[in-house]
């Protein structure tokens, strides 16, 4: 089965920074590949989907790029509600995997 | 308004049994692929199963093969996941997700999740 990392674990930023985030699949899925925000307490939220198609609603500083097996997601300009963990995932075919997460807290 | 409302969660003894049921509402159920996701306390998400519009397609996580079964009802427009021998390594906040279309696709709308608890 593809396994998804992520890298960092966690991150800690400045209201106004950019934000980066990656995924990597251990093969190759093309641009199947989603991503979710969800905030404490709260139900995960889907931002992106085919890499880089941003969900309706999703406020536009939010980004996603990639293909194969290397994605990011992007923050232009964190925010004080973007504090949540973001996950990345692969649905190319199943198993429909997650990344391990990645923790996004404000200074 | 779209709407996903889980239920049947609870707590269970080990090698017990369980059955999760979705209802949805507003949109047209049959249409779209549905979703079981995990989260143990503390943890990530986890893909548990999923099943086709019409319900002739099933996929399932190793964890839960054989002894979880997905099936929806389209005439009554609910999602269920029975479970069966359970195990502690269960427990967890079981959401129900709507795909974005396919079987294998994103999940645009998830469920506020219910609790299971696999304890003696």
């Known amino acids: 089965d593809i396994q998804m990392t992520q890298s960092p674990s966690s991150l800690s930023a400045s209201v106004g920074d950019r934000v980066t985030i990656t995924c990597r699949a251990s093969?190759?899925?093309?641009?199947?590949l989603a991503w979710y925000q969800q905030k404490p307490g709260k139900v995960p939220k889907l931002l992106i989907y085919?890499?880089?198609t941003l969900q309706s609603g999703v406020p536009s500083r939010f980004s996603g790029s990639g293909s194969g097996t290397d994605f990011t997601l992007t923050i232009s300009s964190l925010q004080p509600e973007d504090v949540a963990t973001y996950y990345c995932?692969?649905?190319?075919?199943?198993?429909?995997?997650f990344g391990p997460g990645t923790k996004v807290d404000v200074k | 308004e779209v709407q996903l409302v889980e239920s049947g969660g609870g707590l269970v003894q080990p090698g017990g049994s369980l059955r999760l049921s979705c209802a949805a509402s507003g949109f047209t159920f049959s249409s779209y692929a549905m979703s079981w996701v995990r989260q143990a306390p503390g943890k990530g998400l986890e893909w548990v199963s999923a099943?086709?519009?019409?319900?002739?397609?099933?996929y399932y996580a190793d964890s839960v093969k054989g002894r979880f079964t997905i099936s929806r009802d389209n005439s009554k427009n609910t999602l269920y996941l029975q479970m069966n021998s359970l195990r502690a390594e269960d427990t967890a906040v079981y959401y129900c997700?709507?795909?974005?279309?396919?079987?294998?696709?994103?999940?645009?709308?998830w469920g506020q999740g219910t609790m299971v608890t696999v304890s003696s």
């Open positions: 995932q692969k649905y190319n075919s199943a198993p429909l995997t």
């Open positions: 085919a890499a880089s």
């Open positions: 099943i086709s519009g019409s319900g002739g397609t099933t």
């Open positions: 997700a709507k795909d974005l279309m396919w079987v294998e696709d994103a999940f645009d709308i």
């Open positions: 093969q190759g899925i093309s641009n199947y």
